[in-house]
């Protein structure tokens, strides 16, 4: 029997965060029982609109193409750029990228909160977190590619 014969009921949840949305898919069997992906499928915010992710290796290809490095010196280029980011907001210090944008750490207090399954009070300890703000050139150049 093909699988598009088991199937009888198809659902779907969307949860919204930020400009994503989470979805998980079910398909009910002939036999009741239901299959999901085991993880949410992320979609863009915007279903209509595909919404690609760069990766490092996309970062290194132009470095390869165009300045002539050989891939694997072109890959430790951005290795090395992304570990300075990061040993220099391990130590406390800002990053400023000058038409990007700027890296900030922010330290966030300890808080009361509460468990939204059990209602129980539990104590969110005090940690320090990454904040990245655009520059208002990024800002613009967003805002103008959008229309």
Not at 59 to 84: C, M, S, W, Y
Not at 109 to 124: A, F, H, L, M, Q
Request: glycine share 6%.
């Amino acid at each position: 029997m093909a699988p598009t014969d088991l199937m009888q009921e198809h659902s779907r949840t969307t949860t919204f965060s930020g400009n994503h949305e989470f979805s998980t898919e079910a398909v009910s069997a002939q036999d009741g029982s239901f299959r999901r992906p085991s993880a949410p499928v992320m979609a863009p915010h915007d279903a209509g609109q595909d919404s690609p992710t760069m990766t490092k290796a996309d970062l290194a290809e132009p470095l390869f193409e165009h300045v002539g490095l050989n891939k694997r010196e072109a890959k430790d280029i951005v290795e090395t750029f992304f570990k300075k980011i990061s040993d220099s907001l391990e130590r406390g210090e800002s990053v400023k990228l000058t038409g990007f944008g700027n890296f900030q750490l922010r330290d966030k207090v300890s808080r009361p909160g509460r468990n939204p399954k059990t209602g129980v009070e539990v104590n969110i300890p005090a940690r320090r977190i990454v904040t990245f703000h655009a520059s208002q050139k990024l800002k613009s150049a967003i805002d103008e590619s959008s229309i």
